[in-house]
T-cell receptor, first 113, second 112 residues
């Protein structure tokens, strides 16, 4: 069964500091996509970053980067220079081609001023 | 370019009633997926519609049904509402089945 596990229900980080959110997943597939989504209090799910499993290079988007370890089935998100606007629920997610997206339970990130 | 929109924003129903939620997909998108997000949980896939046909279904009973219209907007219908149906219902549209999914703001359904 395909599952996504986020072991940190909540995390806090000081503004301007760096924080890493953890995610592990379970799959027998070799070709898939991994995502990190942000859901602020407005509820709109926003794609933060995306990684194709066949790409060895870790994806980066400005202050957001991932550490993708395919053999370990690990996909962590690093947020650098944390800003107050980064406060939200973060969901790790997995998808095979045109199949459904499977989400983890989320990590609530607090930014301390 | 207008993003994904959903209506209504909030809805309160009583147990046993029926509800219809609506989603307008982003321009140029032919695929709509529906998710249920219970409080404190990640979204769970309900089903997907591609060019007006159901294209995959999650572990939800038949009282959850849907439609996609020729303009690719979509409806989610839930019959015989139960208390556990209380959740945020998210709609996401994409250009095709394999492209990035763009989410709407959701409809908060409360069943009393």
């Amino acid at each position: 069964a395909q599952t996504v596990t986020q072991s940190q229900p909540e995390m806090s980080v000081q503004e301007a500091e760096t924080v890493t959110l953890s995610c592990t997943y379970d799959t027998s597939e070799s070709d898939y996509y991994l995502f990190w989504y942000k859901q602020p209090p407005s509820r709109q799910m926003i794609l933060v970053i995306r990684q194709e499993a066949y790409k060895q290079q870790n994806a980066t988007e400005n202050r957001f980067s991932v550490n993708f370890q395919k053999a370990a089935k690990s996909f962590s998100l690093k947020i650098s220079d944390s800003q107050l606007g980064d406060a939200a629920m973060y969901f790790c997610a997995y998808r095979i081609r045109d199949d459904k997206i499977i989400f983890g339970k989320g990590t609530r990130l607090h930014i301390l001023p | 370019e207008t993003g994904v929109t959903q209506s209504p924003t909030h809805l309160i129903k009583t147990r046993g009633q029926q509800v219809t939620l609506r989603c307008s997909s982003q321009s140029g998108h032919n695929t709509v997926s529906w998710y249920q997000q219970a409080l404190g949980q990640g979204p769970q896939f309900i089903f997907q519609y591609y060019r007006e046909e159901e294209n995959g279904r999650g572990n939800f009973p038949p009282r959850f049904s849907g439609l996609q219209f020729p303009n690719y907007s979509s409806e989610l219908n839930v019959n015989a509402l139960e208390l556990d149906d209380s959740a945020l219902y998210l709609c996401a549209s994409s250009k095709t089945r394999i492209d990035e999914q763009f989410f709407g703001p959701g409809t908060r359904l409360t069943v009393l």
